[in-house]
């Protein structure tokens, strides 16, 4: 084992590395987002404003945002450096599975429980 992190929630549902920085996202079964610093085992920063369960949750590339869904059926986009939900994406009639930003587009993909699959622009903020 190289690193373990404790959290205050029950479960982690989901994880992703920053592509560049000593960084990990957490998503929790209480509905935070918790950001780690993996080198020296340190909470950053708490992102609180989903309503349930955080099961998706992913880096951008390149740009200083991340994407999560959750069991509230929203997706949120989100700026680390701002320390903010920027926006939320609706559309999904159940729970969201997993989210992933497409390494060139400016796509977000996403599941759900209601048995979809989309692909959204996170740019303009729509169903592509």
């Known amino acids: ?3 373990k992190f404790e959290t ?14 000593p960084w990990i996202l957490a998503s929790l079964h209480n509905g935070v987002i918790q950001l780690w610093d993996y080198r020296i085992k ?13 099961r998706g949750i ?5 740009q200083p945002i991340f994407v999560s869904g959750g069991d509230d059926y929203k997706i949120k986009v989100w700026n680390y450096k701002q320390r903010r939900c920027l926006f939320t994406l609706l559309g999904h009639l159940d729970y969201i ?12 993909l996403s599941s759900s429980d209601d048995q979809t699959v989309r692909i959204w622009n996170w740019q303009s903020r729509t169903l592509r």
């Open 8 to 21: 205050r929630s029950n479960r982690v549902k989901g994880v992703s590395f920053h592509p560049s920085r």
């Open 58 to 62: 992913c880096f951008h590339q390149s």
């Open 42 to 54: 340190t909470l950053l920063e708490r992102f609180d404003e989903h309503d349930g369960p955080v």
């Open 97 to 108: 599975r997993t989210v992933q930003f497409h390494h060139e587009y400016p796509w977000i």
């Open 1 to 3: 084992m190289i690193s």
